[in-house]
């Protein structure tokens, strides 16, 4: 069975730092794209960061972009997201999810709706605070 187990959330201050983990299993890691989405209260579930199945391609949404950092490690079945320079309006629950792998240059389209999204693991919170 297909078990995704996301990690390494916590509290951080204001342009602090962070590193989720994403943990995978049940399924050849390696053919699979993974994304990071993310939820505040309140708000719709939001794509965050995709990588290829191969890492070698990725996306970020704007917001993140320069400071946010996805990657994958296939050999371990992991995937990562560093996250810098972190700003209150980072808080969310960060989940990470598996799909089939996809175009690249189809990226907006997948990475940012989470409903493309068939798997996901149980999320892990990120609270940016002062």
């Known amino acids: 069975d297909v078990q995704l187990q996301a990690s390494g959330g916590g509290l951080v201050q204001p342009g602090g730092s962070l590193r989720l983990s994403c943990a995978a299993s049940g399924f050849t890691f390696r053919d699979y794209a993974i994304g990071w989405f993310r939820q505040a209260p309140g708000l719709e579930r939001e794509g965050v960061s995709c990588?290829?199945?191969?890492?070698?391609?990725?996306y970020y949404v704007d917001s993140v972009k320069g400071r946010f950092t996805i990657s994958r490690d296939n050999a371990k079945n992991m995937v990562y997201l560093q996250m810098n320079s972190l700003k209150p309006e980072d808080t969310a629950v960060y989940f990470c999810?598996?799909?089939?792998?996809?175009?690249?240059?189809?990226?907006?389209?997948?990475?940012?709706?989470?409903?493309?999204?068939?798997?996901w693991g149980q999320g892990t919170q990120v609270t940016v605070s002062s």
């Open positions: 999810a598996m799909r089939t792998r996809f175009a690249y240059s189809t990226g907006n389209y997948f990475c940012t709706r989470p409903v493309q999204w068939p798997y």
């Open positions: 990588t290829s199945s191969s890492g070698g391609s990725t």
